[in-house]
Structures are given as structure tokens and as C-alpha cells.
């Protein structure tokens, strides 16, 4: 029987080769630094996020505003309203108590989606907005981590596209489906310089990308370019946010502590990522909305080397 991993190497190879990366592309592109790499607030942040003094009821993070009636954040909102739109139906495979806060709200969909409720979130108002604009958004993966078919799902207006609050929900959107795949897929290799765990990060690139505000409208030979720029970083970026002060999360289930960074002989580029981008964004406490951000701007820029 395939495990998950394969069935979505299997499903998405079609779609992966039109963005591949030869071997040497990788070893001529690939720095043998980490390059420096900042995160800075602006100063009227406001312009690129919503603020709001309100907390998300669910998680605790940053709430963009009251939905469904509980102030919420994106990625809280857009769980709930894929969860009772497509009537998903999950499994606790703990005792139904997990602990919903930032960090681990993708951990248990069902312990989410009954939080979500507990707060006071309605389906009815879920609903309702069956009555705006559909857009046609790609596939999302459900909480086994296997493909559900494609449906269309609603969105406020596509005329709304300009309008930097409908872009930030379909960010927050395509982060939510990065967030399920990275939670599900189990990578069944254990060694760090795997091209297997290379070619799982890539797939999950090009899906977060498809989900996001413009990307399907360019050329597919611009997506490429535009991927084949900025796929370094954006992985760096993924792996650094999610990492601690003294350990890397390089992918689900998949750490590697300073000891074994010495031992691989990448001791420099482990303490570079810690210490220039981790600790930097702990300090800044940036949250998953603001790496979302990050991340579109990084792979939206024409303007990177070898574009």
C-alpha cells in the first residue's frame, strides 16, 4: 500500500516536472552560505496586514477581524469555513483535548473545528455567503493528508482582487492548505541531505503557489522562472520560522540539533539560520500571517537574481 508521501508524489508528478530543478541546477544555485536574510517590521504595517487589538478567539494569534461571530485570525476562519462547506468529518487521534493555540492549531482538525464551536463560531453564517461569487480555488488536502476532489468554493467578489483585505484572505487561504499538507505528509527518509525531502518541499511550493493572488494569471513559464528564483528562500524562510533556538525543523517529523549539524559538516549554515533568521523572528514575534506575507513578497519579486 503507498503511503501518503508517494501517493502525492504519484498524483502531483505531472505537475512538479514542469518546475523542475536539474541536479545541476541545484548544486549551481544552492549557496554554500546562507545568504543575509532579514525580517523587518514597517513602519505602517497596517498597509500589508490587517491590525486589530482583538485576539483569535481559537488560537490566540493575531484576529483579522470578527467572523462567523468570534473575533478570529485568517487562518482560524478559513479552517471553519472550509470545514462546514465541504462538511468535513474528523478524527482525534488523542483524547479529543489536544491544546489549540498558535503553534499546534494544525496539529488536530478535529480538536480545532470543536474549539471553533465552543467559541461561539455559526454555521449558519458560513452558509450565508453561499450567495457571494464563486472563484475556482485548486485542490486541499483533508485530514489524512489524501487529495479531496475539486470543488469550487466561494469567495467575496473577484472583483474584490485589488482589495488588500480579499488579497490577504487568499493568502491566509493558500498558507491554511500549505499548513494541512506539512501537518499530514509524512516524509519516510531520515537523511537530511534526502532529494526526496528536496522534492517534498518543492511540490508543496508550487501548491501554496497556485493558491495565491495572481500567480495562475501569469505565464507558466514565468511561474517557473519566478519559482526557480525564489524557491531557496522560501524554504529557508519556512524552515526558520518554524524552527526553535537551538534545533531546525527541516520537515514534518525531521529535526536536527547542533550536534549533528557539527557532524554533517553544516555547523555554520545551522547557527547562520538560528541566529540571523530564527532568533530574529522570535524576537519580533512574527506570526504565521506575517510569514505568509514574507513569502508571497519573496516569490512575487521579479527583481531576484536569475529571473
Not at 486589530?52 to 479552517?79: L, P
Not at 487561504?173 to 522534492?199: M, P, R
Amino acid at each position: 500500500m503507498l503511503t501518503s508521501h508517494e501517493q502525492l508524489l504519484r498524483a502531483q508528478n505531472a505537475r512538479l516536472q514542469e518546475f523542475t530543478i536539474s541536479n545541476d541546477e541545484v548544486t549551481s544555485t544552492t549557496p554554500t552560505m546562507v545568504p543575509t536574510y532579514t525580517v523587518q517590521r514597517s513602519a505602517s504595517p497596517s498597509s500589508l496586514l490587517l491590525s486589530t487589538k482583538h485576539i483569535c478567539a481559537i488560537c490566540g494569534d493575531r484576529a483579522s477581524g470578527k467572523h462567523y461571530g468570534v473575533y478570529s485570525c485568517e487562518g482560524c476562519k478559513g479552517f471553519f469555513k472550509r470545514t462546514v462547506r465541504k462538511d468535513l468529518v474528523y478524527l482525534c487521534r488523542e483524547n479529543r483535548n489536544c491544546i489549540i493555540d498558535k503553534r499546534q492549531r494544525n496539529r488536530c482538525q478535529y480538536c480545532r473545528y470543536r474549539k471553533c464551536q465552543s467559541m461561539g463560531m455559526k454555521r449558519e453564517a458560513v452558509q450565508e455567503e453561499r450567495q457571494n461569487t464563486r472563484v475556482d480555488v485548486r485542490k486541499v488536502l483533508d485530514s489524512t493528508g489524501q487529495y479531496m476532489s475539486t470543488n469550487q468554493m466561494e469567495a467575496e467578489s473577484t472583483s474584490n482582487c485589488s482589495d488588500p483585505e480579499a488579497q490577504l484572505e487568499r493568502i491566509a487561504g493558500a498558507e491554511e492548505a500549505s499548513e494541512t499538507l506539512f501537518s499530514n505528509i509524512k516524509v519516510e527518509s531520515n537523511d537530511a541531505s534526502s532529494c526526496e525531502s528536496l522534492g517534498w518541499h518543492m511540490i508543496r511550493i508550487i501548491d501554496w503557489a497556485l493558491l495565491l493572488p495572481s500567480f495562475k494569471d501569469i505565464l507558466i513559464e514565468d511561474q517557473a522562472r519566478l519559482i526557480r528564483s525564489g524557491w531557496y528562500e522560501l524554504i529557508l524562510a519556512d524552515i526558520a520560522y518554524r524552527s526553535s533556538t537551538d534545533k531546525l525543523l527541516l520537515w514534518p517529523e525531521r529535526i536536527m540539533e547542533r550536534d549533528e549539524a557539527e557532524m554533517l559538516g553544516c555547523r555554520v549554515i545551522f547557527d547562520r539560520i538560528i541566529n540571523e533568521l530564527t532568533m530574529r523572528m522570535k524576537d519580533l514575534a512574527v506570526d504565521r500571517m506575517e510569514i505568509a506575507a514574507l513569502r508571497y513578497a519573496i516569490l512575487m519579486n521579479p527583481g531576484k537574481p536569475h529571473y
